[in-house]
């Protein structure tokens, strides 16, 4: 099998287990989403100690990559959160959605801080893709619609600005699983106060729930690992908008939500955004760029 082609189911894996991941969530009920955070948090922590270990590796980091670390871990957790929220008080495949913007944000704070350009289509493609969420949001400013809908989009955001953390840390030589066990104990440990005080106990079905939850992440995050590992981003990464269509079917199937026609129309802004940025990534389209780069 080609290289793209097994990078492509292995990334489609991904999304089936990110997806599956904000089933559980959701099926873990009432429970408040930094308590949920932990369990997820503390499954992933140890599957990356486990392939540390393995590989003879070990934990140990550079030095002066330490801030950015910590700075990807606090986004992380904040990002966390807010997708959490926004999964337990929306439609799951609307929550989703509004989490999959974090590769248009991604294009932005590297523009910002990593100093990487932005061609003209991309920029007007970040534009259409933020009128998408709109749809999904629809700002009525009823608080019970509106405030989970904007959290949802701060997650994505928060997502976005901890990816360029990674981006930037791959380029400064650090390893993928120590930075998901830096990111999994920080995120456990912030938590911890939160546990001590303001502990909301927790059925043995709801732990159950939340520890599957843990293991359907660790399975994404390993399927994007191995995806990335096949293939270039701008080659696949369009797959990974798969998520939105398995959520969709775990929304109708187990909790009776159907998204709206505004929300779909979300979707379809968004995703179409996704693929024609996808195309322009891979010189399929050429609009804004001289020949010498195509």
Sequence with gaps: MKSKNKA??????SALGFATMSMFVKLA????????SFFRNLVAFFCAWFLLKRSGYGFHFKRENLFHLILRS???????????????????????????LSPFFVIIFSYIFLKEKIAPFQ????????????????????AVSFFPACIGLLGGITAGAAYTCVRYLG????KGPVIVM?????????TIPYLIFAYQPISGRQLVCLLMAGVAAACGQFGVTAAYANAPAKEISIFDYSQILFSALYSIFLFGDIPDRYSVLGYVIIITMSLLNFLYNNGKLSFGKKKNEI
């Design 8 to 13: 492509i189911i292995y990334i489609t894996l």
């Design 29 to 36: 009920g009432d429970l408040p989403s930094i308590e949920k």
């Design 74 to 100: 606090t986004l992380g957790t904040i990002g966390i959160f807010c997708n959490f929220y926004a999964v337990d008080h929306m439609v799951l495949s609307d929550a989703n959605m509004l989490n999959k």
């Design 123 to 142: 920029g007007v493609a970040i534009a259409l893709a933020f009128v998408g969420s709109l749809f999904i949001i629809k700002p009525s400013f009823l």
């Design 171 to 174: 380029t400064r030589g650090e």
């Design 182 to 190: 830096f990111f999994s104990g920080f995120s456990c440990l912030v």
